[in-house]
């Protein structure tokens, strides 16, 4: 090589290498800019929940001062965690935590055993069966709501936790998840198990559900999401504070006349944070699940 092509060649790797570090620079930015655009609501919800003039919460709205408080309190906190009365806001948070814990627990193993009937089991029209359940995902819940409630009315359910529990135990998307997970499972697994003796449900409880640890977490999280976030349908079914949930409490500071928001900021960190635990104490193995999915997809 000759002496005039290695300062050529220095050149060129130098403006490689510029052009790498003016791109992840770029790059980093936008990370910035998103995660900013993500963070500053919740940022702002916390703000404002430590303010305790609602006035002032309504003035800042709009400005950087939404994202400052001067001399933070938690009075509003302290306000709205009563278990009785008027605010009784520990009382559905409580309402919300029974309905989660009940969806979850019952929909994880309600859906888990008609993934694994549907994977490995010698149900007749497996195929079919599973189709049908694929359909009935891409209905809309809002189209069936109507229905459900009158049935819910007919059998004497409303105004109950059952009846903000026992509907959404069972869900076509959660059986097709568990079905696909069990379904990639080594088939020698099953064959062995069932040489030495063992039933279909002692292969379900004993080997495949242990190694579904991934798809459980999975499932918690967003049932425990869907469940959490249920709006519409407990504000049709309740009609008195007994069974409540949180989501559909809050909607009660928005008054006609006024709206207290320094309430319903502290109400809704509150609510924030049990989703949050949820996801925090599955994290590991949802975030596993979709990387897996994701691989092998």
Not at 45 to 59: E, G
Request: with cysteine.
């Amino acid at each position: 090589m000759s002496d005039l092509a290695i300062p050529t060649l220095q050149s060129e790797a130098q403006r490689e290498r510029s052009a790498i570090g003016s791109l992840r620079l770029v790059q980093t930015a936008c990370i910035l800019v998103i995660a900013l655009v993500i963070v500053s609501p919740l940022f702002m919800l916390l703000i404002a929940s430590l303010k305790d003039d609602r006035f002032q919460i309504l003035a800042d709205m709009g400005s950087f001062r939404a994202f400052w408080v001067s001399n933070p309190t938690l009075s509003n906190f302290a306000e709205v965690s009563n278990l009785s009365g008027e605010l009784a806001f520990g009382r559905y948070l409580l309402n919300s935590l029974f309905i989660l814990g009940c969806t979850v627990g019952a929909g994880l193993i309600v859906n888990s055993m008609a993934g694994f009937v549907l994977a490995w089991g010698t149900l007749r029209g497996r195929a079919v069966v599973l189709s049908l359940v694929i359909a009935l995902y891409v209905i809309p819940q809002e189209s069936i709501i109507m229905p459900l409630v009158i049935m819910m009315s007919r059998a004497g359910m409303t105004d109950t936790f059952a009846v903000q529990i026992v509907p959404w135990i069972a869900s076509p998307l959660y059986i097709f998840l568990f079905y696909q997970f069990f379904a990639q499972l080594p088939k020698e697994l099953f064959e062995a198990a069932e040489m030495d003796g063992a039933s279909v449900f002692r292969i379900y409880r004993s080997i495949f559900l242990p190694l579904s640890l991934p798809a459980l977490a999975t499932v918690s999280i967003l049932m425990g999401i869907e469940s959490w976030n249920q709006y519409l349908w407990p504000t049709l079914v309740t009609q008195t504070d007994h069974a409540r949930p949180i989501a559909v409490a809050i909607a009660t500071f928005f008054g006609q006349d006024s709206i207290y928001w320094d309430r319903a900021m502290a109400a809704s960190v509150l609510m924030m944070i049990p989703i949050l635990a949820l996801y925090l104490a599955f994290q590991r193995w949802f975030v596993s699940s979709f990387v897996g999915s994701a691989v092998k997809g």
